[in-house]
């Protein structure tokens, strides 16, 4: 009996697609129970920002955040004022980095201690967050600028996004003149030998691929994989277009520098991603997927090793997906829509959090309190899950479409599921 009662539980997941694991059947009921008790099992904490008579920054202007390699710490970027890293388990903000407009900003993946981020003005830096300052904390700094020197970087005008390689060894610099640039920040440069502070890259591969001219379009985002069986890491660049393609890039090219001329380097795979530009690309912390989320309202999950599609999830409200996370484990994977229109409905469906593997759309946290006591009453912009436990931080934006719904006091929240799957805490990261 307990082998039938498992089969019938198999026949309520399996929709009549493909066969799912019992440990997948297993882990289905026991999420199922907690997100059903979501309400009664969140536990709600502020983390308050010291006070300022500085204005605090407009809500829309959050452009990405993203959690460090230990779990332990959130790096929020903002276009019109700051970088902040905040400590999450002591509920306090550590530092702040101001005087640039950052829009970009990725934790390194093996120490904990150093971020890299991009400024609107065509920098790309790399920080040491224990420096008590900006300057002693600057590790590395290029300027990839419109008039660059004979050392500098071309190509990179409008900076879009940059992204570690697995081994933090290297980083990938993609801008919207169409160059994916790989740059080697190990290689110090004192500041006196350039002459001109934070203008010198400090190091940089001679790889120049214009993407352009592959794939008669423009990359979107990028991210390596770190699937670490069978071969090299890949670079997954992320295109415009109808349909809109996921390029794959092998280390073994990307990495041999001057070695290999920038025409030698073509796509290993091509993947048709999405019927509409692709948005945002996400990988899980144990290598085994990747998921991406695009202009035709699909979030993809694909499987690193084969290469191959194995779940979609659709939002009911036809509108692009904005944001995409995958857990540490490959369990769940959240995603954001942009906000709908129609007046106090522009919350809905806004954040779905769902099983990779048993393909089922646990909660949708929007939807979920919406009403008197709604905890997220404004749409959800950007989201990360933890890369050491079930702990999603989010950002909220202000509310638009005629919304009567207050401006919310926290700008960034984390909701976390502890490691017995029994209680939720919900912290609101007040800036």
Not at 81 to 87: E, G, K
Not at 265 to 291: C, N, W, Y
Not at 386 to 399: D, G, I, N, R
Request: hydrophobic share 35%; with cysteine.
């Amino acid at each position: 009996m307990a082998v039938l009662g498992r089969r019938r539980r198999q026949s309520i997941i399996m929709n009549g697609c493909r066969q799912v694991h019992p440990y997948f059947v297993d882990q289905h009921y026991r999420l199922q129970n907690v997100f059903n008790s979501l309400e009664n099992y969140a536990k709600f904490s502020t983390m308050a920002a010291p006070p300022s008579r500085e204005s605090r920054p407009k809500l829309e202007d959050v452009d990405c955040l993203d959690w460090t390699c230990d779990g332990d710490r959130l790096v929020v970027a903002h276009r019109n004022c700051n970088m902040a890293l905040w400590n999450v388990n002591r509920c306090m903000q550590e530092r702040q980095w101001t005087g640039d407009t950052w829009t970009w900003a990725e934790p390194h993946p093996i120490d904990s201690h150093v971020i890299a981020a991009v400024t609107f003005n065509g920098l790309v830096k790399v920080l040491d967050t224990r420096a008590p300052t900006g300057r002693d904390g600057l590790l590395f700094s290029a300027e990839f600028s419109k008039n660059p020197g004979p050392t500098e970087p071309k190509g990179l005008e409008k900076l879009l996004n940059v992204t570690w390689h697995p081994d933090g060894r290297f980083l990938a610099v993609y801008g919207r003149a169409g160059t994916i640039q790989i740059l080697d920040p190990r290689m110090v440069v004192s500041s006196s030998a350039s002459g001109r502070e934070g203008h010198q890259p400090v190091g940089s591969f001679a790889f120049s691929q214009q993407v352009n001219a592959a794939a008669n379009t423009e990359v979107y985002s990028i991210l390596w994989d770190n699937y670490s069986e069978g071969g090299p890491h890949s670079l997954w660049a992320a295109t415009t277009g109808a349909p809109s393609k996921i390029l794959l890039y092998d280390d073994d090219l990307l990495l041999k520098g001057s070695q290999c001329p920038p025409d030698a380097v073509k796509p290993s795979e091509v993947l048709i991603g999405h019927q509409s530009t692709t948005f945002t690309l996400s990988r899980s912390g144990d290598g085994r997927f990747m998921a991406s989320g695009g202009g035709d309202s699909l979030v993809d999950i694909w499987s690193v090793a084969d290469l191959t599609c194995i779940r979609t999830f659709a939002s009911s409200t036809h509108v692009p997906i904005q944001s995409v996370s995958l857990s540490h484990d490959g369990s769940l994977v959240a995603y954001t829509s942009l906000p709908s229109t129609g007046g106090n409905d522009v919350i809905d469906r806004n954040l779905v959090i769902a099983g990779t593997m048993t393909g089922v759309e646990y909660v949708d946290v929007a939807e979920k309190f919406t009403g008197k006591n709604s905890r997220i009453p404004h749409p959800v912009n950007h989201l990360a899950w933890s890369p050491k436990e079930h702990a999603l931080a989010y950002s909220m934006t202000a509310s638009s479409g005629g919304s009567t719904e207050p401006s919310p006091n926290s700008l960034v929240n984390v909701m976390k599921i502890d490691a017995d799957n029994k209680t939720l805490q919900d912290c609101p990261i007040d800036f």
